[in-house]
C-alpha cells in the first residue's frame, strides 16, 4: 500500500494443493505457488532461493508449525511463527497465533494476530514521550 512495489513480485500461479480434508503431518518445502485447503501439522517453507514463492491458506485451512516463505495470502488459521520476506495479506478471516517477522503486510478487517509483528528490513524508527508541562 505505502512505501515501493516489492521487486519480487508473488507469481499469481499455484503449482500445488493440499486439498480440503487431506492432512499432511511433517515438513513441507516448495517452490512457485502452494495453497492449502486442508491440514498441516509442520512447517511449510519455500525452497531457498525462491524470491517469487507464494503461499495461500484458504478459509478452512489450518497451518500448525512455523511458516518461511516471500509472499503469504492467508484467510485461515495458522498456529506458530510466520516469517515473510515480501508481502503478507491477511483477509477477513485470518488467524495467526504466533509471532510475525514481515515486510509488508495488508490487514482486513476482523484478521487477527497473537503475538509479536516484528518489521524486518527499512529504517527504524524511534517513538519517545511526549513531554507533559
Known amino acids: 500500500m ?5 521487486e519480487n513480485k508473488p507469481s499469481g500461479r499455484i503449482d500445488s494443493l493440499i486439498g480440503a480434508g487431506t492432512r499432511v503431518e511433517g515438513s513441507i ?7 492449502i485447503d486442508g491440514e498441516v501439522v509442520g512447517s511449510v517453507e519455500a525452497a531457498e532461493g525462491a524470491s517469487s514463492s507464494t503461499l495461500v491458506i484458504s478459509e478452512h ?5 512455523a ?17 515473510v520476506s515480501e508481502s ?13 517477522d514481515y515486510a509488508m503486510i495488508e490487514m482486513h478487517q476482523g484478521a487477527v494476530i497473537e503475538g509479536h509483528l516484528v ?14 508541562n
Open 67 to 83: 511458516i518461511c516463505v516471500a509472499h503469504l495470502v492467508t484467510n485461515g488459521m495458522v498456529v506458530g511463527p510466520v516469517t
Open 2 to 6: 505505502f512505501g515501493k512495489k516489492s
Open 61 to 65: 485451512a489450518r497451518v500448525e508449525g
Open 119 to 132: 518489521h524486518r528490513g527499512g529504517k527504524s524508527v524511534e517513538l519517545k514521550l511526549a513531554a507533559s
Open 29 to 35: 518445502r516448495f517452490s512457485g505457488g502452494l495453497r
Open 88 to 100: 503478507l495479506e491477511m483477509q477477513s478471516k485470518a488467524r495467526i497465533v504466533g509471532d510475525v
